[in-house]
């Protein structure tokens, strides 16, 4: 690894591949990386993973530690919309 490609990813993606992790690693000293964390889920382990620098991770881990839910909402939902029905499960957190 030689360089680092920035891309934006939802933190639903983030916080997956993180719970799936198959490698997690540490990044010390690189002559082409800055120091830091290595994440690779168990889908992406043989094509990419993520490079967090230290002040990158901390604000992650900072923007869920400080995340509220603000409402929630659970029931079942029919095929045409209505919440009244039995067809399908659904659960809100905002």
Same mark, same amino acid.
């Given at each position: 690894?030689? #360089? !680092?490609?920035? @891309?934006? =990813? /939802? $933190?639903?993606?983030?916080? +997956?591949?993180?719970?799936?992790? !198959? ?7 690189? #002559? %082409?990386?800055? +120091? ?5 889920? +168990?889908?992406?382990?043989? /094509? ?5 620098? $230290?002040? @990158? &991770? #901390?604000? &992650? ?5 400080? +995340? @509220?839910?603000? =409402?929630?909402?659970?029931? %079942? ?9 039995? !067809?399908?499960?659904?659960?809100? !957190?905002?």
């Amino acid at each position: 690894m030689t #360089a !680092r490609r920035l @891309e934006k =990813r /939802t $933190p639903k993606v983030i916080s +997956d591949k993180m719970l799936h992790a !198959r490698v997690i690693g540490i990044l010390s000293g690189s #002559a %082409y990386l800055p +120091d830091g964390l290595l994440i690779a889920s +168990d889908t992406q382990s043989k /094509t990419q993973l993520f490079h967090f620098s $230290p002040p @990158e &991770i #901390a604000s &992650i881990f900072t923007a869920f530690l400080d +995340d @509220e839910v603000r =409402r929630t909402s659970d029931g %079942y939902i029919d095929n045409d919309s209505q919440v009244s029905g039995t !067809r399908k499960v659904f659960a809100i !957190r905002e």
